[in-house]
Nanobody, 121 residues
């Protein structure tokens, strides 16, 4: 059974930083690509960042240059460093396990409970 547990969200002022973590249990972590999604109220869930099992990364244009995804396979932990946060980054952030093929990320049905990020002055 795979469990994903996000943490690190909170309230931060515009321009501030947060670091999200996702602890993964089970054997899925090191073998698979991992992604961070977010969902704002009234909006669809969107893919924010992806990291392959080999460490290659991809980002949504809206966060490129501000967010950094990383992984520690020894600790089965995924991270999302978020800098220069904007009010439009406000959302519930979810980590996900999936696969990365042909330049696209395909999510498996493994989700955490999410962690709330609120960017407001």
């Amino acid at each position: 059974q795979v469990q994903l547990v996000e943490s690190g969200g909170g309230l931060v002022q515009p321009g501030g930083s947060l670091r999200l973590s996702c602890a993964a249990s089970g054997s899925i972590f090191s073998k698979n690509a991992m992604g961070w999604y977010r969902q704002a109220p009234g909006k669809q869930r969107e893919l924010v960042a992806v990291i392959t099992s080999g460490g290659s990364t991809n980002y949504a244009d809206s966060v490129k240059g501000r967010f950094t995804i990383s992984r520690d396979n020894a600790k089965n932990t995924l991270y999302l460093q978020m800098n220069s946060l904007k009010p439009e980054d406000t959302a519930v952030y979810y980590c996900n396990a999936g696969s990365f093929m042909g330049g696209s990320y395909y999510s498996y049905d493994y989700w955490g409970q999410g962690t709330q990020v609120t960017v407001s002055s």
